[in-house]
């Protein structure tokens, strides 16, 4: 009988023990995991913090569905360490843990501001059901707000300070939000909407120190510019830090992410690897990749276990990710890798609507599209089918697209 | 697309000949199936903006919208039989 286990209750791992279950019946499956709740939607935890949705459809699983499928839950349970020769997963309470496969599917923590004070009170990070339950429970009080991360974790910030009625400034170190993706044009209809619920964009800016009173909660935040803002609440999201840190010696190679083959192995033999803190080989891309998407982790866990099950590489990652902000009057949509390729074509439609396509060797690779989403599936096909269209991108930038107006494939 | 159905606990309807259409509520129950749009795939998430974006019904075959559910769009909307 094969001992799997899995580090990790979010989507991916659950994905996985799942699918472990339908794949090998007779099989023993662990799972582990930090947090002292099983699965729950992550996507939504935003909605929570907002003030709009309840605790109860933000939870997915139970304890009695894993009891139900013959999967071993152990909450509140950190892993130590591996040990790959005795294949062994170690946890702080001592127990020694053996398996045939394991999975890797721990994610990541939000990093912390490197300056001073980062630590008040009053200062949020965003990554987990207890942080959304304790940004809500503060900004129902909260009357100023500063956001630090201009990214599509910041954003979320900007959304619960609108919905929650804290007026709020939102501090950038360059001159728009996610200068990465976006151009100007793109970006301003992103601000316009933040200012809409009452957040104000300041660009040039960023975090040189918090200030705090003398209980140690944050009274302002003071820019590197020497601009000070007063806030009595914070949201910082400037980016993820792996949780890594129990494989150090296990020998897995790693670079901002573990290394991962389009399988969801390692480098090492019968550990794989699923969901944020993978770095996979995207075989659309021909290279590494990560992704932060709920249905890529989701579908990264299912993929990890059908090959763990099958003891052979029997089925590849394919996988083009979307990743959508609601927060405003108009959907926001990007897909794929918008800030990666050689190449983008752009076109601004109306004040809401605005579509950017990037290219790499002259085939779709990502996208973000603004205010009007029917064009999505059809570029997401062109991304799957790796079709050269770049020269053709005035096609894709019509209001409405239409693949038939394409030239047909070239024979290879 | 093959993905592990590790979601909301979803009620079995026939839906073969089922139109829906996507209503605005205000607050959402305890008890609801809630799903963002990021956990359709790409065939649902083009019913659910052609739904919005004409305000008009569409058929639930070949989607994975079930009636009763909320999904969170800009808003958030009942699926709901046509």
Redo the contacts between chains.
């Keep these: 009988m094969t001992q799997y286990v899995i580090i990790g209750d979010g ?1 991916s791992g ?6 472990l279950r ?1 794949e090998d019946p007779e099989s023993e499956i662990t799972v582990i995991t930090d947090e002292g709740e099983s ?1 729950y ?1 992550r ?2 935890i935003k ?1 929570h913090a907002k003030g ?7 939870s ?2 139970d304890e009695e569905w894993y009891d139900e499928r013959d999967i071993d839950l152990s909450l509140n349970t950190f892993v130590t360490s591996v040990d790959t020769d005795a294949k062994v997963v170690n946890t702080h309470e001592g127990e020694e843990i053996p398996y045939d496969k394991l999975l890797v599917a721990t994610g990541g923590t939000p990093t912390q501001l490197p300056v001073e004070n980062s630590d008040a009170d009053g200062i949020h990070h965003f990554w987990t059901f207890q942080d959304a339950r304790a940004i809500r429970e503060h900004a129902e009080q909260a009357n100023k707000g500063v956001i630090v991360g201009a990214g599509l974790l910041g954003i979320d910030f900007a959304a619960v300070c609108g919905a929650q009625g804290i007026e709020a400034d939102y501090l950038m170190r360059g001159d728009r939000w996610w200068r990465y993706a976006l151009s100007g044009a793109g970006a301003e209809i992103m601000h316009e909407g933040m200012r809409e619920v009452g957040v104000e964009p300041v660009f040039d800016s960023g975090v040189d120190h918090f200030e705090t009173d003398d209980d140690g909660h944050v009274t302002a935040a003071v820019d590197p510019n020497g601009d000070r803002y007063e806030c009595d609440f914070v949201g910082a999201a400037i980016g993820l830090d792996f949780n890594t840190e129990y494989l150090d010696g296990a020998g897995l190679e790693q670079d901002n992410g573990i290394i991962v083959d389009e399988y969801m192995q390692t480098s090492v033999d019968d550990i794989y690897a699923a969901g944020d803190i993978t770095r996979f080989y995207d075989v659309l891309l021909g290279e590494q990749a990560q992704n932060g ?3 890529s982790a ?2 990264q ?2 993929v990890a ?1 059908v090959n763990m099950a099958a003891d052979e590489e029997a089925e590849q990652f394919e996988w ?1 990710s ?3 902000i ?1 927060h ?4 926001f949509l990007s897909f794929g890798h918008p800030t990666i390729g050689d190449e983008h074509a752009e076109r601004k439609y109306s004040d809401t609507e605005w579509r950017r396509i990037a290219f790499k060797d002259g085939k779709v690779v990502g996208g973000v599209l603004i205010g009007d ?2 064009p ?2 059809q570029l ?1 096909q062109l991304m799957r089918e790796q079709r050269e269209v770049a020269d053709q991108a005035e096609v894709l930038l019509e209001k409405s697209v239409d693949l038939d107006e394409l030239a047909p494939p070239q024979e290879q | 697309m093959n993905m592990a159905a590790s979601e909301p606990r979803r009620r079995s309807v026939q839906l073969d000949r089922v139109d829906v259409r996507l209503e605005r509520v205000e607050s959402v129950a305890p008890d609801a199936t809630v799903r963002h749009v990021d956990q359709l795939d790409s065939d649902t998430l083009e019913a659910v903006y052609a739904a919005l974006s004409a305000d008009r019904s569409v058929p639930a075959a070949g989607t994975g919208l079930e009636p009763g559910e909320v999904i969170v769009f800009t808003d958030y909307f009942r699926v709901k039989r046509a």
């Design positions: 989507i659950s994905s996985a023990a799942e699918t339908e699965l939607n996507i939504l909605e709009k949705l309840p605790e109860a459809p933000i997915i699983h998407s709920w249905g989701k579908e866990g299912r276990a083009v979307s990743y959508s609601t405003f009057d108009f959907p989403l029917s999505q599936s997401k």
